[in-house]
Each structure stands twice: as C-alpha cells, then as structure tokens.
C-alpha cells in the first residue's frame, strides 16, 4: 500500500507547480464548451475552450458519442467567425473528434467554402481537414477542387491535397487514380516538398504496374530530383526496380546502380545513408560494389553527429553479418566508438567489432569491452554476451580470456535474462571446446555459491553432474554442491541430490562418502529431496553386480528416449483405464512438422480458392491420417513415414508425391496428388504400380481417389506386404491413371462423359534408409560408452572425388537416414576432416550409432572410416551393408 | 508495400516523463495504456543520457526513436526499424527549432502548456497522418504562429473585456506561485 501513497504526493507536488490546466476537468470544460453557441462569439475564449478540449484527448480522456457529438454541433458555429487562429483551431478539434459520417454533411458547406477562400492557409488546411472526414460520394463532389488543388501555385495547398491524395488511396483508390496527370505536374514543381509529396503519390498510383514503374524510375533518375526527402524515396523505388529485375531472370550488368552510387555523393547526408543502405542490400551484392558505400558510411563514423554514427553502425553491423571482410577497414574508427556517450552506438560497435575481429585482436577486444560492461543495460550486455559466444567458437585458442571474461561478468550485477546468457555461453564453450571444461565447471561452481535464480542453479547442477565426473580431480566440486544443500531451497537441494548421486556413482572412490552425505539428507524438510536421497541411497547401496550397475546406469544417466513433445501427447491422449500408460507407444519420431508447414506456405502464394484441405504432413497427421482408414489398421504400428518424393517434375499437369510409411509386415505408399488444370476434374484416380524389381514386396491392396477437383489436393494409397521385420528393398515403377472430365471455368461444372487416360510417374524406391528412425540423444558420448563395445563393426570405405567435404558427409548422412547429434552436421568451411556423429533407431526398436570420420587428400578424395554400434550385432553389419551398397 | 518514409509518433514529454503533448500515427500502440507504457519506456531508456546539444538516437522495441532535450521537455520522434534515422531526424529538428521560434526561445514546460494551442498546430503542420508534410522550421512555425489570441499580445490590441480577462489571468498566477 505504501506505493499508491507516495505516487498521491508526487501528484501534489506537480498541483504545487502552475499549470494552467491545474485541476481541469471534463464535466466543466464541456459545459464551458457552450460559449460556441454564444451570438458574438470571442475569438479568444473560444480558442483557450479549444485548447482545453484539444489538452483532454491528448491526456487520454474519451468523449462518449454524445459529447462528442454535442461538442462538434457547437464547434460547427465557430466558421462564422473570421478570425484566422480560431479557424486553425476549428480545424484541429474536427479532426480530433472525427465526426461520423451523418454529421460530416453538417461542415462540409463551410469547409468546400473555405477551399475556395482566397486564403491559402485556409485552402490548405480546409482540404486535409475534408479528405480526413469524408467518404466516397462526397469526394467525387469535391474531386474536381482536389484536381485544382494539386496543381495549386502554393505549395502549401499543393502538399495538403497531394498527402491527401495519399491518405484516400487507401480508401477510395479509383477516384484517386484519375489524378495521374495533375499528380504528373507536381513532381515537376520548384517546391521540394510537393515535389517529395506528388513522387510518393505517383508511385502509389501505379505500384501494381511494373512497367509504369521502372520508366518512372529510369527517367527521374536522369533528371534532377531536387529535394533530399524525394530523392530518398527515389533510392527506394530504384531499389525496388532492381530487385523485382532480378526476381524476373534479367542478368548481365546490374542496373541503377550506377544512380545508386552516384547518390553516395548527394550534398543531403539523408540521401548518401538512403543510397549506402540500399547498395548494402542489394542482393547478392559483390564487394566492388560495396566498397564505395562502406567508405562513406566509415566517414559518418567519426561524425560529431549522433544520429549519423547510429545510422552508420547499425549498416555496418548488418553488413558485417553477410561480408564481415567488406567492414574490416572501418576497424579502428568502430574501436573508438566503444567509448561512445551514446550506448546503443557503443554496442553496436562491439558488435560489429567481434563479428569481423581476427585472432589477434580478440585479447585487446576483451579489454576495451570489460570498461564498457560496467555502464550499460542489460539488454546491451545479453547482445555482447551473445557476440562473444560466437566468437569463442570461431576461435577456440582465444577460449581462456573469452571464458575469464565471462567469469568475471558472471559475478557482477545482473538480472535474470542476462545471467542466463552469460551461463549458456559458458555452457555451450564447455562442450565445444574440452580444454575449457575444468576451469569453465569450477565458474559454474563458483557461481551457484551465490546464486539468486533457482532456475539457473538446477541447470547448473545437472550439467555438473554430467560433466563433473569425468573430470580429473571430481573429488573437488563435491564441496560446491553438497553446499547447495544446506543453503538453498527445495528444488535447488533435490537437483544437488541427485547431482551428488551421479557422482557417488560414476566415481568409485567418492561412493562412500557421498554415501554419507547423502544419508543426512534422507531427514531434509522435503518430500522431494528425503524421495530422492533415499532412492538414491539404495541404487548406490547395490554391491556392484554388473546387472544392477547398467540399470542403475541407465536409471541416472539415461535420458527420455521419447521427443517431450511426444510424450506430452501421448500423455494427454491416454485416458484413465485399466490399462496403465505405456512409455513404448508413444512416437519417437523427431517432428518435423514447423519446417514443413513452413515449405508449405512458400509454395502456395496463390490467394486464390478454397484453402486447402488441412495438410496431412509430419508423423503425427500421417499416424491419425492411416489409422483413419479401417483397412489399414491392421498393420499395427507406425514405424516410419518418409519425406515425400516427388514423383514428377515442378509445373507440369498433375504434381504427385509419395510419402512411404513403414509397418512391421507392411509398406503402405501414400500419393499426394495436386490437379493443376482448372477446367479439368479427375476422378477414379488410382496408381498402378510395377513391382518386378522388388522381389520381397506383393501388393496387398489400393485405394482410389474418387475424385481430384483443381488445385484441392488428395490421396491414393496402395499397400504392399513384406516379411515381419525385415528391411526388404525395391525399386517401384508407378502410373497415375484417371479418367478426365472437363469443367466450364465460368461455371466450375464438369461435363458428365470423361476420357480414361493415364500418365507416367517417377520410379520410387525403397531404401534401407527407409527403416532407420531419426532419434537424437541427449548427450552421445554417454550412449555411445553404454552400449557393448563386442558388437562395434569397424570398416573403411573409399568415397572416390567429391567437391567439399560437406557433400560427402551430407550423401553418407542422407544415405543413412540418421540423426545428427551435437552439431556435427556443420563442417567449418575449407576442413580437411571432419567426424560425424549418428544416432537412430532400426526396425525392430533397435538403437544404433555411428561414428563416422572423413578425410580428404589433397586429389579431393574422400576416405571414411565407419564405426557403427547397435544393440544387436547384425544391425551393425546391415548398416555397413548399406554404405558398401549406397 | 507502402515506401514513403513514416513517423510512428510524436512525444512531447515533461521531466517526469508525463505527457504535455503526443500524437500517434500508427496503431502499433492501439490503446491509451499501450500509448503510456511506451512512453514510459522510451523516458526510461534515455532519462541518464545527455540530448542537450545534439540530436540523440536509440533503437527500442523494433522502433527507432530520435530525441533531444531543453530545460524540462523531452522530445521524441518514432519510425520502424527500417527507417532512415535522418529522415526523423530532420522531423524533430523541425520541430524543435519550430516549437522555439514560437515560445520565443524560452522553450520549458511552462512556457509550453501556456501555448499549448501552438504545439497542437506544430504537429499538425510537421506531419500528416505519419507522412512528412514540412521540415523547415520557419515555414513550420509560420504557418502554426498566426494567433490572435497570443495571450503575449500587446495591451492596446485587445478589447477592454480581453484585457480585463488577461490582467485576472495574471494575478492568478502570480498568487498560485
């Protein structure tokens, strides 16, 4: 309560102070407000009612409909008196209470009146004030004064009819377009601001014709465009031209930019940021081109102005993403910004500044950023944090004064958003850079000593239970975290316990006195940690049997090996029965599903019809799609559904795709099929399918589609058997036959005598790939140790020329069907070798990972030695039979 | 695609950061509350810095905001991240130089809630409906200056009744203070 008190006093503090809208209030301005109505009316006093009027709105009070309406009533009297600041007044409050449009007819006498007045103030403002407040019928009255007003000699009532323009486009864009001419004239004007006003008007008019648009460009751009804020606007329309070029496949030299350069030399600073920014963004811009623009943004650098250092670091920093070598010049004058007054300049320098750094750079970077830190915001510092993350990784040597660096921010002043970071960087140098764990696990440690988030403090402890025991002396975080213990809340004490736990296990030679630690905490205060250390008393107390061992093993360390999101459905779908929830039904397919949906959308920009029936992509529509149809429910479970193949070419007739699902005994091949002739309709749609080269396959059944409208797709099904368990392979030829029908387009009603025909489909083909699952794993190292060193298959294979490592890897990854773990899909740029590491899951529910290490010589050819581990030996074999046969 | 430049607002702001006079352009703010909470955060972030001689920028919530100081008033001007930061710098430069030609040079907040009329007209003349519509401050000012109701007039312009009313005015406020 103390709060509201203290805010009552600031309040009386300001009534303390004059004001002359002290103690105003709505009730009585309002009843003020009725000296409108008074036969002489008093310029003065009517102004000051205005104002106060004006003043409430502005504070956020609302008039309701009726004092609203009243107040324009009496507003409406005002225009009989000549005094010229009252009428501007006038004005301003009709705008302000936009009046609907039964009272609008009310002003529009007086306000047409004034667009005729003599007086240019009065046009210009009468003609802003109506375009604001009417609507279709009236302007068509008025269009005629509009069209004179835009080649008006004033300037002033030129602009007000021109921005006008610009504001009606919105609504009435027919009555607008007529304008063309007299637009036309005003670009032509001496007045830059008509000028500016009547290119934005021009171009808003015609923006939907390409055409008109690129021949409005080409000549202004040889002309002289004299003002600064039009010759902005022209930068934008050239770029645009430019872009939309490229768009259509028109190669060769690029145009404009000629125009685009020569605006870096424009006397207007507005006009060189504009062309500088635009040649940044041209796509695919090379570095000849860029240079120029770099140079003159790297003199705004050491601008006295704010707004033009801002203005060109924050081009510099985009740039920096894209071609960091392009801003390396601008390095020593973006240093000395570090010390900007301005803060949002100083980080975006340093920014900039760790994207293009070298290696020899990092250590004097680290220097001038550690004076900066102490003095800016949060938001600023998450920004850095985050700069510094990836530089660490570009330069693993320089990880010991990046990680002193964020150990020392770790300990000063910070909220919640910004310790995270900083925790998550250390974290993310830890795994990628070994030589950094110890002294990054000991900031860890040191950091839950007194931490405020509990949050953080549980993340941390997890990690260090991961981690810690494998570390040289693990004896020596154990301090650390039995402290937590003692000091902290229930959920901080139950994650020590359990990080305790993992050591007391992992490391021999700690287990008895973890043992007895953890036997105090069985009299903790909570149910959770007492829970805990009890069970996990009893999992350490088991003497050693190795059968015991891996399932404790795999008690501790073992992760969920379902997606949570799975789980989570599955968990929400399992009704209370009899039956208790079985972890193994739930899917372990990794969804896909946002990417998918996202490819989705790019491919249909058409607005056009119905939307499409709901898509049925990603494992989870694909399980509800089959189990929908009573035929199919008999296979049992869904093991695998496949990306889906295109069967045809992009833009022909008919676009079919197949997506593969995998069951035990059975394939089922979903035809995804797309009719793209509006004044066709399919019907009987069905895939004949040949399947001699697919010895182990025999159809079962198919399932037609009856019928295939345009541009709605649908789905053909046909179901082969194969042995239980087996991954059998084949190779499919298919065609689509259907029987045509036409459609009146004006109609949209097909005619009732159809034409039976058929066409060619791509082969399909099943490959192993196609029974391996991708299912990640948590941490690989772990997986990899806990499964049985006997059953590792070793062997090398010769991968012949290839262009980059990079394809290599992907064919072998794509070949596979796997999972990559821990980021070692990306192979940093010009590597001689590279390890990949593969998890996922076999048909028959079999885990399998691989290991698999790339070399390249100096001919370009590439050499991989595969080590594969499974839970059974003979699908370790299978997987090197693949790769010897892919 | 709409390509024009486009302000976002205009913030006249006191030292505590309340209002003495704002307009919106754009619906990115659609309530009162969402009006203030900006504001408030916009005051916030650039409270500590010193915008006293030159033009000051800053980004915030996908916004850039260009802002300079005098006396006890905070003024601001918002467009989208993509905008030309010169552009709006212009705008408030117009509108500064403007708002200080019309209270004369004493450019504090009680000099602006006293012609608080004015700034209304300022912001009318700078900007229409998020488009630029002037940025010379002269011309802004002109056009915003004619007044007859200037409370600054000389005596022998008013009528009897206005300069009874002006001289009640005055003694007011200098028992109020």
Known sequence: MAQPLVKKDDDHDDELEYSPFMGIEKGAVLQEARVFNDPQVDPRRCSQVITKLLYLLNQGESFTKVEATEVFFSVTKLFQSKDTGLRRMVYLIIKELSPSSDEVIIVTSSLMKDMNSKIDMYRANAIRVLCRIIDGTLLTQIERYLK?????????????????????LKTNPEIVKRWSNEVQEGIQSRSALVQFHALALLHQIRQN????????????????????????????YTSQVIRDMANHGQ???????????????????????EAARAITELDGVTSRELTPAITVLQLFLSSPRPVLRF?????????????????????????SLISDQNRSIATLAITTLLKTGNESSVERLMKQITNFMSDIADEFKIVVVEAIRSLCVKFPLKYRSLMTFLSNILREEGGFEYKRAIVDSIVTIIRDIPDAKESGLLHLCEFIEDCEFTYLSTQILHFLGIEGPNTSDPSKYIRYIYNRVHLENATVRAAAVSTLAKFGFMVESLKPRITVLLKRCIYDSDDEVRDRATLYLSVLGGDGTVDTDKESKDFLFGSLDVPLVNMETSLKNYEPSEEAFDINSVPKEVKSQPLAEKKAQGKKPTGL????????SGFDGYEKLLSSIPEFTAFGKLFKSSLPVELTEAETEYAVDVVKHIFDSHVVFQYNCTNTIPEQLLERVNVIVDASEAEEFSE?????LNSLPYDSPGQAFVVFEKPAGVPAIGKFSNTLTFVVKEVDPSTGEAEDDGVEDEYQLEDLEVVAGDYMVKVGVSNFRNAWDSLDEEDERVDEYGLGQRDSLGEAVKAVIDLLGMQTCEGTETIPLNARSHTCLLSGVYIGNVKVLVRAQFGMDSSKDIAMKLTVRAEDVSVAEAIHEIVASG | MELPPKVKNILLLNSEGKRVAVKYYSDDWPTNSAKEAFEKSVFTKTQKTNARTEVEVTALENNIVVYKFVQDLHFFVTGGEEENELILASVLEGLFDAVTLLLRGNVDKREALDNLDLIFLCFDEIIDGGIVLETDANVIAGKAGINSADPNAPLSEQTISQALATAREHLTRSLMK
């Open chain 1, 251 to 273: 190669s060769g030299e690029r145009p404009f930019y000629e125009f685009l350069e020569s605006c870096l030399r424009h006397k207007a600073e507005m006009v060189i940021l």
């Open chain 1, 148 to 168: 004179q007003a835009i080649v008006d000699k004033n300037p002033v009532v030129s602009s007000a009819a021109l921005v006008s323009g610009l504001h009606l």
């Open chain 1, 209 to 236: 014709d390409r055409l008109a648009v690129s021949k409005l460009v080409g000549s202004l751009t040889r002309g002289s465009v004299r003002s600064p804020l039009a010759q902005c606007l022209l930068i934008r």
């Open chain 1, 609 to 616: 019809g119905a939307p499409p029936a709901a898509p049925t």
């Open chain 1, 700 to 704: 079962v059944t198919s399932k037609a």
């Open chain 1, 311 to 335: 203005a060109a670091v924050r081009t510099l920093n985009k740039v920096a993403m894209t071609h960091p070598m392009a801003v390396t010049n601008c390095n020593i004058d973006m240093e």
